[in-house]
């Protein structure tokens, strides 16, 4: 059994632990990051004004919650890129009418095109992290609304003792800069010792950015992909 620390937000950590305890080690929660809802007033002016036939596209759990976490909401056609985003959504009582498997705005765009029209009314809630890219992209395809909902920034430290072999579950960029940053200058002398597991390319490059090397890259590029390393783990 490994001591797995888990990095992501609390309402983002579910599928992760279950994935860690079902293949019997442990987890353990340091979350780095905190969310950070902006523009509600205009979250709610815009979820006032949907129809039934309208269209939300979430890019990730984050956004499911900024827009419809502790607040009533109309129906509407949901589109969702990623399973956990799914999976959030479900927790709403959700489903979404299609599913984007690719984080690629290329990827996003061929699935967002197969359901809807140039007459369509879709709203892309995104990160004030994020490029334009699929904004720019999928405004061709359909009327599109596209607004700021949520920024992520550093977590508060919690009590926590860290051990020589940790694996570190890494999950986005950000998640990197900020677990480093949450780091005393002893825990950084474990750093070598720790086992990084990213969750794709892009985070692979941040970690690697800072010097240091990646034990495991997830794949696929979501939680489910460290099922592989937790199995050949046990130890």
């Known amino acids: ?3 797995i620390i888990v990095t992501r937000m609390t309402h983002q950590a579910t599928s992760l632990q279950e994935l860690i305890t079902e293949l019997g080690h442990r987890p353990l929660f340091f979350p780095v990051l905190t969310l950070k809802k902006q523009q509600q007033t205009l979250v709610q002016h815009y979820l006032t004004q949907l129809a039934p036939e309208d ?6 759990q984050n956004s499911v919650e900024a827009v ?16 956990a985003t799914t999976t959030a959504l479900r927790g709403y009582g959700i489903e979404p009418v299609i599913e984007a498997d690719s984080f690629i705005s290329s990827g996003v765009v061929a699935a967002v095109s197969q359901v809807v029209k140039q007459t369509d009314k879709v709203w892309l809630p995104q990160s004030a992290r994020a490029t334009t890219d699929l904004a720019d992209a999928l405004s061709s395809l359909c009327r599109l609304t596209h607004t700021t909902v949520y920024t992520v920034v550093p977590a508060k430290r919690i009590p926590f003792t860290f051990e020589a072999g940790d694996c570190i579950t890494l999950t986005s960029p950000s998640t990197v800069s900020s677990f480093l940053s949450l780091l005393t200058a002893s ?17 692979t490059a941040a ?6 090397r990646v034990t495991y890259e997830a794949k696929p590029y979501h939680v489910s992909g460290f099922r592989a390393f937790l199995e050949n783990n046990k130890k």
Do not use: C, D, H
């Open 55 to 60: 269209y939300i596209v979430f890019t990730s």
């Open 207 to 212: 970690i690697e950015n800072e010097g240091l």
């Open 187 to 203: 825990e950084r002398q474990l750093l070598p010792t720790f086992a990084l597991l990213s969750i794709g390319p892009v985070t």
């Open 1 to 3: 059994m490994k001591r």
């Open 68 to 83: 419809l976490g502790e607040r009533q909401f109309p129906t509407f056609k949901a589109i969702s890129i990623g399973p």
